[in-house]
């Protein structure tokens, strides 16, 4: 486990035991950065292979 998720559990768990009152999307915030880092850099690596494949294709019909 990460800090985001570990983050996310213990402000989940102060929010349900109201120690404090923040909105929701707050709590998850630290799951939601996460998620949208780890998105990002699946993107990104789909991204290189296809231009590795692109690359090789090229270089084949050379």
């Known amino acids: 486990m990460g800090i985001a ?4 559990i213990v402000f989940v768990v102060l929010k349900l035991t109201n120690v404090i009152a923040w909105s929701w999307w707050l709590v998850l915030l630290p799951a939601i950065i996460a998620f949208s880092i780890y998105a990002l850099i699946l993107v990104m690596k789909l991204v290189m292979v296809m231009i590795a494949v692109v690359a090789v294709k090229k270089r084949k019909e050379l």
């Open 5 to 8: 998720e570990v983050l996310t």
